[in-house]
């Protein structure tokens, strides 16, 4: 991180350095002595000499300079940050669980297999598809996963001509990259007016010579503009006649689980992010889960192996036409205990009132700012889980700005500047599990925020003036990281 101010209420550990100071004293060695290398001596590291009670004050002290969605509401668009509940935690960390290995034989990890198995039973109950596979890391792995199928199954078909992927001009900046990854071409698709695919284009895209080239389509929904894709089964039916296969990219399925089934929708495969819609922890990099579905076209060439059952107990196999493994054993196990446990707990009728819930969040709290902050699109229509505005505060005001600002109202920033096609984009997710208190503390220091930018834009343009560290020079934080001190 580059920045020119320093955390000034938290030393560094190197600054409460006190010579002779020691926080652990070793036993006397009972082996022959072997020296450390020049470059690894107490001199050279210039390692700090402290107290035990010191070192664990710093880093105390630095943990709860943490945010997180335990502290305060993380209303982060596209992201679903939504409460982990504890009880996922105490599953997880059952002895069983914790400790079983994945070369054990699965005669002594029928638990855990079992677990695999009924999660797996689970999501195909909420998405309607033929079969699930837990192996991927993460939804962007389940993205990867979700082309290399397409592309076999042209291939397995003769077919490896069709080597454009259609992707929609507000897509998650993943669906390019995995199709480029996968040997694709991606292909741009425009929004209309609405916010939706323009239907015209697509078609254009899917017809004439160009349907003997067309591999299929990535498409979120809803859609990263928070709004339910209205023609979704005509996009679906038109790539289907062309010959193309459609991938759903799983990332709000937090709108839609218990509500519809994507697969109902002719979706053929899609990836789910169960640390963002099942309730695992999300952010810092990882762990994530993304657990990858698909119907009867695709099934077989699900990455294995996945958990299988055949009435006595439970093991592992690869589907018959498997592209194979993505990842070491099978998957992150515990992510997946964590949304099985999330799943159980809610049934079928918990699940679909999270879905409600999410939406009437996201639409309240885009009622109560829509003056100071309208929607980009669809102002006429009810949003799903999430809402982009587009704020137009006058005085050269950004969204970056606003987003600063909010810091100082102990709020964490919304998602800003995606997606790409909102000018000043502003996304907000409230999710489920926000009440309806904490929304309106958002909303209301949304409006001071406006009120602030017309009447003294500096504020924003200079925030967040009551952090230990205050505006950073972003760009050359990235173009010139300092990393280490």
Do not use: W
Request: contains cysteine.
């Amino acid at each position: 991180m580059n920045h020119e101010n320093s955390l000034t209420d938290t030393p560094l550990l190197y600054e409460q350095s006190v010579e002779g100071r020691q926080g652990v004293r070793l036993p006397n060695l009972d082996v022959d002595e072997t020296p450390l290398p020049p470059n690894m001596t107490r001199e050279t590291l210039r390692l700090p000499e402290l107290d035990e009670l010191t070192v664990v004050r710093h880093f105390t002290r630095l943990s709860e300079k943490n945010f997180s969605v335990d502290r305060q509401f993380y209303p982060l668009g596209s992201c679903t940050m939504k409460y982990n509940p504890k009880i996922n935690e105490d599953a997880a960390g059952l002895a069983g669980f914790r400790r079983a290995h994945p070369l054990l034989d699965a005669g002594r990890n029928q638990g855990a297999l079992g677990l695999l198995y009924k999660l797996q039973e689970c999501l195909k109950a909420v998405t309607g598809f033929a079969a699930f596979s837990l192996q991927c890391a993460a939804g962007a792995q389940g993205e990867l996963a979700g082309a290399l199928m397409i592309r076999r199954y042209h291939r397995d078909r003769k077919d490896s001509g069709r080597t454009r992927m259609l992707v929609p001009d507000s897509a998650h900046g993943t669906n390019p990259a995995t199709c480029t990854m996968a040997g694709f071409s991606a292909e741009t698709v425009p929004s209309d007016s609405a916010g939706a695919v323009d239907l015209g284009a697509l078609k254009a895209a899917c017809a004439g010579e160009k349907r003997a080239t067309l591999a299929g389509l990535m498409i979120t929904n809803p859609g990263t503009l928070g709004l339910f894709e209205p023609h979704i089964e005509e996009i679906i039916r038109t790539v289907h006649d062309a010959g193309g296969l459609v991938y759903g990219d799983g990332a709000n399925l937090n709108a839609l689980m218990g509500i519809i089934k994507p697969a109902d929708l002719g979706f053929d495969v899609m990836h789910v992010n169960l640390h963002k819609t099942f309730s695992t922890p999300h952010g810092g990099g990882g762990p994530g889960a993304g657990a990858l579905g698909a119907g009867a076209t695709l099934k077989d060439y699900l990455p294995g192996p996945v958990a299988v059952y055949d009435g006595a107990s439970y093991d592992l196999a690869a589907p018959a036409a498997s592209i194979g493994r993505l990842k070491p054993f099978n998957g992150n196990f515990s992510v997946l205990v964590r949304a099985y446990t999330y799943l159980r707990i809610l049934g079928p009728e918990g699940v679909r009132r999270a879905s409600e819930y999410a939406v009437l969040n996201a639409n309240y709290l885009r009622h109560l700012v829509r003056d100071d902050f309208p929607s980009a699109f669809g102002a006429d229509r009810r949003c799903m889980h999430e809402f982009v505005a587009s704020p137009c505060l006058g005085n050269g005001v950004t969204a970056m700005d606003i987003a600063k600002r909010l810091i100082d109202y102990g709020f964490h920033p919304p998602t800003v500047y995606f997606p790409l096609i909102v000018k000043e984009a502003f996304m907000v997710e409230p999710t489920e599990t926000e009440s309806k208190e904490t929304l309106e503390a958002f909303a209301a220091a949304l409006k001071a925020i406006a009120a602030e930018a017309r009447a003294e834009p500096e504020l924003l343009k200079t925030a967040p003036h009551h952090t230990p560290v205050g505006r950073l020079d972003e760009t050359a934080a990235a173009r010139k990281p300092v990393l280490r001190a």
